[in-house]
């Protein structure tokens, strides 16, 4: 089993940042890649960033590219969301993954909302 944790969301003015962060724990961090999904009011969950389990080159929705970065530290079994450039659409509750190779996301945090003001 995977347990995870988000932290850092909250309220900001549009074009401002945030960096959420999610703590893991369970079976061994490296073992699985991390992801960020988000779903706003009404709408389904949709895909933000992934990263492999070693990190490499980390995979975007195309409405995040250029704005948030997605990151790793494996010796803390943390992964982080850095988020730039903040747009009003990109409130919503935001939920950390985790994934074996060759699995689905099948292992959720409980989300950690975020509120962009116009």
């Known amino acids: 089993q995977v347990h995870l944790v988000e932290s850092g969301g909250g309220l900001v003015q549009a074009g401002g940042s945030l960096r959420l962060s999610c703590a893991a724990s369970?079976?061994?961090?490296?073992?699985?890649?991390m992801a960020w999904f988000r779903q706003a009011p009404g709408k389904e969950r949709e895909f933000v960033a992934a990263?492999?389990?070693?990190?490499?080159?980390?995979d975007y929705a195309d409405s995040v590219k250029g704005r948030f970065t997605i990151s790793r530290d494996n010796t803390k079994t943390m992964a982080y969301l850095k988020m730039n450039s903040l747009k009003s659409e990109d409130t919503a509750v935001y939920y950390c993954?985790?994934?074996?190779?060759?699995?689905?996301?099948?292992?959720w945090g409980q989300g950690t909302q975020v509120t962009v003001s116009s």
């Open positions: 990263i492999g389990w070693s990190g490499g080159t980390p």
């Open positions: 369970g079976r061994t961090f490296s073992s699985y890649a």
């Open positions: 993954a985790a994934k074996f190779a060759g699995g689905k996301w099948n292992y």
